[in-house]
């Protein structure tokens, strides 16, 4: 989900933006990084209306469709608004004294910023409109854990408490000056901020709100899975604005950051396919499309800071792990996180933020990068920086993502009745139906 903030070349041009909200900084408007980052942002909001809606939609069953698309709709409208109110001036502003943990209100409801306001070399409300999009597809991943059984308003509180008390500061943490940006973590686009809150708040939302009704032992297959397909084609495009984007500028960073995303995730759609055929004896439409949203959520926290050899390897292990963590949480730990968003973006983002610190190597041949965060960190000093990043963001999302949803549970039911759920969530709680034939 990127910002470059951590890159150097930008930071002082950023830090005037912060320090002076509404004043444009000593930067001057670039055209052609506007104009790319415009395009990224049409992107990354392409990934969840309709990409991730689509994908999600079609592996529910049919009477639940619309539910899903309702509910990643619903998601960005609330989203935009509140990173519109408080969301985005807590996430990228300073905040005086307690600016290593979250950030202030100078920019609450965008106040000051005019056509003339710079981010850098691109307008800030364009930065702002391209980290909104960001803040609205993580919670919409969740989305996927608890599908088939969460009340709407349920969720729709859920989402919004979530994204200001978990996405926001671990976004000021990581891109927004904090704690974890002075400590030179390295997260290009999103590995901690996106894919590791969200895995692990599907996580734990699969956990309290418990199994569908008949799970596991009646089958659940996907209503449609052209749906799906086509919805993970969309994902696949719109994730070069999500890591190309993030460099916040149109040149040889952004375009490493979309090769190397288009390798991973060619290799993460053949590793799974490969291990579904090596297990099962047949690949799958679904496991080639699973192995795609893999390779892309691992390479992102690393997709500005390697290169196309690393990526090769990286794209590999998420495909292979991946598929393997899919088993032991349905299999083994008899979790239903329903459509796998902790396997699959939870254990991505945990990998690709500890490759991140390997990859950046100088020193790895045709498998090297471009750099450490310091200039005295070796190896294991980044991937130490990278190990404690993933830990905190861990816990820190874990134990908030709990606590909201027991607070939501005390003013409404978190899950529909058993009657609704065999009846559908369309009809249940929509009075609509996907499908009439």
Same mark, same amino acid.
């Given at each position: 989900m990127g910002i470059s903030l951590i890159s150097s070349r930008r930071w002082l041009g950023w830090l005037a933006v912060l320090l002076l909200p509404g004043v444009a900084?000593?930067?001057?408007?670039?055209?052609?990084?506007?104009?790319?980052?415009?395009?990224?942002?049409?992107?990354?909001?392409?990934?969840?209306?309709?990409?991730?809606?689509?994908? %999600?939609?079609?592996?529910?069953?049919?009477?639940?469709? #619309?539910?899903? #698309?309702?509910?990643?709709? +619903?998601?960005?409208?609330?989203?935009?608004?509140?990173?519109?109110?408080?969301? %985005?001036?807590? +996430?990228?502003?300073?905040? =005086? @004294?307690?600016?290593?943990?979250?950030?202030?209100? $100078?920019?609450?409801?965008? +106040?000051?910023?005019?056509?003339?306001?710079?981010?850098?070399? !691109?307008?800030?409300? #364009?930065?702002?409109l391209f980290q909104m999009t960001?803040?609205?597809?993580?919670?919409?991943?969740?989305?996927? @854990?608890?599908?088939?059984?969460?009340?709407?308003?349920?969720?729709?509180?859920?989402?919004?408490?979530?994204?200001?008390? !978990?996405? !926001?500061?671990?976004?000021?943490?990581?891109?927004? =000056?904090?704690? #974890?940006?002075?400590?030179?973590? %390295? $997260?290009?686009?999103?590995?901690?901020?996106?894919?590791?809150?969200?895995?692990v708040a599907a996580l734990v939302a699969a956990l309290v709100m418990g199994r569908r009704k008949g799970w596991p032992g009646q089958a659940m297959t996907p209503h449609n899975m052209t749906m799906t397909v086509t919805g993970a084609g969309m994902l696949w495009v719109g994730w070069f604005g999500f890591n190309g984007g993030s460099a916040l500028a149109a040149d040889g960073n952004a375009a490493m950051a979309m090769l190397v995303t288009h390798i991973s995730a060619a290799a993460g759609s053949l590793a799974w396919v490969t291990m579904e055929y090596l297990k099962f004896g047949k690949p799958s439409a679904l496991g080639i499309a699973t192995g795609m949203v893999a390779g892309l959520g691992t390479i992102t926290p690393a997709s500005g800071f390697v290169g196309p050899g690393? @990526?090769?390897?990286?794209?590999?292990?998420?495909?292979?792990?991946?598929? %393997?963590?899919?088993?032991?949480? &349905?299999? &083994?730990?008899?979790?239903? $996180?329903?459509? $796998?968003?902790?396997?699959?973006?939870?254990? =991505?983002?945990?990998l690709g933020t500890l490759l991140a610190g390997v990859f950046a190597s100088t020193e790895l041949g045709v498998f090297s990068g471009f750099g450490f965060a310091k200039p005295d960190y070796g190896m294991l000093q980044q991937v130490g920086v990278q190990a404690l990043g993933v830990v905190v963001t861990f816990v820190y999302t874990a134990v908030v993502t709990w606590g909201v949803l027991k607070l939501v549970g005390l003013f409404s039911p978190l899950r529909v009745t058993p009657d609704e759920e065999t009846q559908g969530l369309d009809l249940a709680l929509h009075e609509e139906r996907g499908y009439d034939l």
């Open positions: 900084s000593a930067d001057t408007l670039n055209q052609a990084d506007t104009a790319w980052i415009l395009t990224a942002t049409a992107l990354v909001l392409f990934m969840t209306l309709p990409g991730l809606s689509l994908f %999600y939609g079609g592996l529910v069953r049919g009477r639940n469709v #619309l539910s899903v #698309l309702m509910q990643c709709f +619903a998601i960005a409208c609330l989203v935009s608004l509140i990173w519109l109110v408080a969301g %985005y001036s807590l +996430a990228f502003t300073d905040g =005086g @004294a307690a600016n290593a943990w979250i950030g202030g209100l $100078d920019l609450a409801f965008f +106040a000051g910023m005019t056509r003339e306001s710079l981010s850098g070399s !691109v307008p800030l409300s #364009l930065h702002a960001f803040a609205i597809i993580t919670p919409a991943l969740i989305v996927g @854990a608890f599908a088939e059984r969460m009340r709407f308003g349920a969720m729709l509180a859920f989402s919004g408490l979530w994204v200001l008390l !978990v996405y !926001v500061p671990v976004c000021h943490w990581v891109w927004g =000056g904090g704690w #974890l940006a002075e400590l030179g973590l %390295y $997260d290009f686009a999103g590995g901690t901020v996106v894919h590791i809150t969200a895995g690393a @990526a090769l390897v990286i794209g590999l292990c998420a495909g292979v792990l991946c598929f %393997y963590m899919v088993l032991v949480v &349905k299999q &083994k730990w008899r979790i239903d $996180d329903s459509l $796998d968003v902790f396997p699959v973006h939870g254990v =991505g983002g945990i």
